[in-house]
């Protein structure tokens, strides 16, 4: 099993430009969750995702879209970036049945937006 | 409301010493509860979990944690840490219903003095 697998790695965007972050889980996973990680605060929760067309908004969705067409997959979009989403951006997956809620997370996306 | 709360941003300890990492959380249904650690420039790595029973766990790499209800809290302990230690920890709670999700602490950073 790969586990959480993210792509890219890292990404350096223009100011308005839009990306899309890739997530892809193979553990037959219903929960996933997308983090941003900033210097010294800890993980944000953007967006988050009980099953297939299914998501809700977490702390800090603002600038961010997400869907879930699927159960392995679950992008994050940015339509227009702004200096402020400079950030690490962590994917989570996990199943939420009593004795295994442990959430498992991908390798991180590094974006800097210039 | 859901809330994690590490009241230590950073903390340094000498190496071969003992260490508590501290953790309070608020949550209206049982608590799942987690330690995560994080090593510079990677993703997080489960370090233990708590769900029901014996409240005193013990995770990978030598650690444990005491789960105390009337304090609602979850702190990680070590008797002698080594420099390889020195990482960001996350204590997390997590979903027990299907409208839940998992939510983090801020983090402690824990440096290792030799």
């Known amino acids: 099993n790969a586990g959480v697998t993210q792509t890219p790695k890292f990404r350096i965007l223009k100011i308005g430009q839009s990306m899309t972050l890739q997530c892809a889980q193979d553990?037959?996973?219903?929960?996933m969750y997308w983090y941003r990680q900033d210097p010294g605060m800890g993980l944000k929760l953007i967006y988050y995702s009980v099953g297939a067309g299914i998501t809700d908004k977490g702390e800090v969705p603002n600038g961010y879209n997400v869907s879930r067409s699927t159960t392995e997959d679950f992008p994050l979009r940015l339509e227009l970036a702004a200096p402020s989403q400079t950030s690490v951006y962590f994917c989570?997956?996990?199943?939420?049945?009593?004795?295994?809620?442990?959430?498992?997370f991908g390798q991180g996306t590094r974006l800097t937006v210039v | 409301a859901q809330s994690v709360t590490q009241p230590d941003i950073h903390i340094t300890v000498s190496e071969g010493a003992s260490l508590e990492l501290r953790c309070n959380y608020s949550?209206?249904?049982?608590?799942?509860l987690f330690w995560y650690v994080q090593s510079p420039g990677q993703g997080l790595q489960l370090l233990l979990k708590?769900?029901?029973?014996?409240?005193l766990v013990q995770g990978i790499k030598g650690f444990e944690a005491e789960f105390k209800r009337s304090q609602s809290s979850f702190n990680l302990r070590k008797p002698s840490v080594h420099w390889s230690d020195a990482a960001e920890y996350f204590c997390a709670v997590g979903p027990y219903s299907s409208a839940s999700k998992i939510i983090f602490g801020s983090g402690t950073r824990l440096s290792i003095r030799p």
């Open positions: 949550y209206g249904a049982t608590p799942y």
């Open positions: 989570a997956s996990s199943y939420p049945e009593e004795g295994d809620t442990e959430a498992f």
């Open positions: 708590y769900f029901s029973g014996d409240t």
């Open positions: 553990m037959n996973h219903n929960y």
